[in-house]
Structure formats: structure tokens, C-alpha cells
């Protein structure tokens, strides 16, 4: 190998070890924490539970969507947490899944599917670590009919 092949192989090499150091690794106290917080969040979804969904998400934490008529759409948490007041504590059908979670450092990305009777909905959460605590600060998802 020429060495100008090889000191570019060495740097790419040692880039994606440092990349990969920043990842939180599987089961460490921080990804176990972030799944706490996401459990809270699905709790809250399951069962109708806004005690739950305030847990796990930042006060300022927005929603965001496409409409059926694909249309851009946005949330407040008090707006978003109005549509669980009717059936708070029912237990809702279907299941609801953590699909991936990447840790790296004080932020967090993780995927959640929700299988509905009806519907099925994609959600990819944004988590940040403030002050030790891990808490969701945005949410983009999408749905579709069964």
C-alpha cells in the first residue's frame, strides 16, 4: 500500500473510532435512561396518561407532521394534550415499540413504531440531556390507514 493510500486509510480509520467513542455503548447508564424516558412517552400513548407524556417530554417540545392533504402541521404540548383528557386511563389497542435508539454524548435520537388497529405511525424522537436528565424536545411523525 503507497503510503499516502495508507495515511488516508489511518485517518479515516481513527475518525470512526472517535465517532463511534462518542456513541453511548448498549446498556450504558445513559441509553437506559433515554429508554426510561421513551417507556414514559409510550406509557403515556397506551394509556391515555398526559401525567406520563409531560414526564417524559421538555415543556417547550413541539410536534410536527404532514396531513393527509399534505399540508405541513405543528403541535403544542397543550394543544397535543387535549386529544388524551376524553379517554384518560383507557388503554388503548394495538402495540407500541421502541425500533432504535443512537446515544451520543447529551443527545438522542430514537425510532418508535405504534401499530394501531387502524393505523400505523412512525415517530423519531429528539432527546436532550439538560442537567442530567434526559427529556424528549421534538417529535416528527407520520401515519398511515391500514
Known amino acids: 500500500m503507497k503510503p499516502l493510500a495508507r495515511a488516508v486509510l489511518a485517518a479515516m480509520l481513527a475518525a470512526q473510532a472517535a465517532t463511534l467513542g462518542a456513541q453511548a455503548a448498549p446498556g450504558s447508564a445513559d441509553e437506559n435512561a433515554v429508554h426510561q424516558v421513551v417507556e414514559a412517552y409510550l406509557h403515556g400513548l397506551k394509556f391515555n ?20 392533504n399534505g399540508h405541513h402541521g405543528q403541535l403544542t404540548q397543550a394543544a397535543w394534550y387535549e386529544g388524551f383528557v376524553a379517554n384518560a386511563g383507557k388503554e388503548e389497542p394495538g402495540e407500541l415499540r421502541i425500533a432504535s ?28 440531556k439538560f442537567d442530567g436528565a434526559w427529556r424528549i424536545v421534538n417529535k416528527v411523525y407520520t401515519a398511515e390507514r391500514k
Not at 396518561?49 to 393527509?68: C, E, I, M, T, Y
Not at 435520537?109 to 405511525?121: A, D, F, G, I, N
Request: charged share 30%; aromatic share 14%; no cysteine.
Open 101 to 128: 435508539v443512537e446515544v451520543t454524548r447529551d443527545i438522542a435520537s430514537v425510532k418508535v413504531v405504534e401499530e394501531y388497529p387502524q393505523s400505523r405511525y412512525i415517530d423519531y424522537l429528539s432527546l436532550v
Open 49 to 68: 396518561d398526559v401525567a406520563s407524556l409531560k414526564q417524559a417530554f421538555w415543556p417547550d417540545a413541539r410536534l410536527f407532521f404532514v396531513d393527509r
